[in-house]
T-cell receptor
């Protein structure tokens, strides 16, 4: 969905490096989410935000941090990357003002930590 | 965390046949359910949703059935096409809080 974009699309980094993944949306949605997907598994929620400056931990927040400085942007940081953070990362958005609770996903960022 | 293994359940169907993908959800308080399709290298894409006050909802070539008694959700795809090949995830939501819990996914393979 071009309304939700993620950068970079692919990143290879080394253990101990700080990494930031960016998500932008043009859907005008208030709510944004970061998920992690591992091979053969469903998506697991890392952090979510219901509004600017609102930050909430998800199921697997350890080792991650986020920032929501603007409605359209939600960034995910790995302060000190480790190999088991190698995964696909997806950003998603939703709005309580729509008729559904559907979340709309970005194309994903493939992160490899060596 | 979850450890359901590296191998997704796989459904292999012939092109033109109907496909049925099943999902067992965990929370009897869930009141909203979504099916997503994820093609290789892409993010999950919304297919169809259903609220708990319904037991069936139809879209274009897709139907979702909800059985709350046994906490079971299914996605039926009519006249399956090669472009339907993907991983399909169900997700459940409680109390319209926008917090989704995802199932592990089923891989659909369509044979020409």
């Amino acid at each position: 969905d071009a309304d939700v974009t993620q950068t970079p699309r692919n990143r290879i980094t080394k253990t101990g490096k700080r990494i930031m993944l960016e998500c932008s949306q043009t859907k005008g949605h208030d709510r944004m989410y970061w998920y992690r997907q591992d091979p053969g598994l469903g998506l697991r929620l890392i952090y979510y935000s219901f509004d600017v400056k609102d930050i909430n931990k998800g199921e697997i927040s350890d080792g991650y941090s986020v920032s929501r400085q603007a409605q359209a942007k939600f960034s995910l940081s790995l302060e000190s990357a480790i190999p088991n953070q190698t995964a696909l990362y997806f950003c998603a958005t939703s709005s309580p003002r729509t008729s559904t609770d559907t979340q709309y996903f970005g194309p994903g960022t493939r992160l490899t930590v060596l | 965390g979850e450890n359901v293994g590296l191998h997704l359940p796989t459904l292999s169907v012939q092109e033109g046949d109907n496909s049925i993908i099943n999902c067992a959800y965990s929370n009897s308080a869930s009141d909203y359910f979504i099916w997503y399709k994820q093609e290789s290298g892409k993010g999950p894409q919304f297919i169809i949703d259903i609220r708990s006050n319904m037991d069936k909802r139809q879209g274009q070539r897709v139907t979702v059935l909800l059985n709350k008694t046994v906490k079971h959700l299914s996605l039926q795809i009519a006249a399956t096409q090669p472009g339907d090949s993907a991983v399909y995830f169900c997700a459940e939501n409680i109390d319209a809080g926008n917090m989704l819990t995802f199932g592990g996914g089923t891989r659909l393979m369509v044979k020409p």
